[in-house]
């Protein structure tokens, strides 16, 4: 998982990343939600729930319950077919 968010800080300096950002196509919230999500992994190692929460709401200056429904709620992905609509 270490691994992982190291190749999340590549991607985001990666020129190809900056391109797509400028063009507002990079979902700034779920990135965020992404990296919430493998800190939190990581924090579970070493902390208690509650703990993970608590650390996770103050870096992210969100309320304990934004982190939980972010962690925690099933979330169904919209798809747009756009790949089979390009070609």
Known sequence: ???FSVEIK???N???FRKLYSLGLIDEIGLRNHIIKEEYKLLRAKHSLLDALFILSDKY???DAAINSILFRK???KSLN???QIN
Do not use: A, C, E, K
């Open 1 to 3: 998982m270490q691994q």
């Open 10 to 12: 590549v991607l985001i």
């Open 14 to 16: 990666d020129s190809n």
């Open 61 to 63: 200056s969100l309320s």
């Open 75 to 77: 979330r169904r992905t």
């Open 82 to 84: 756009i790949l089979t």
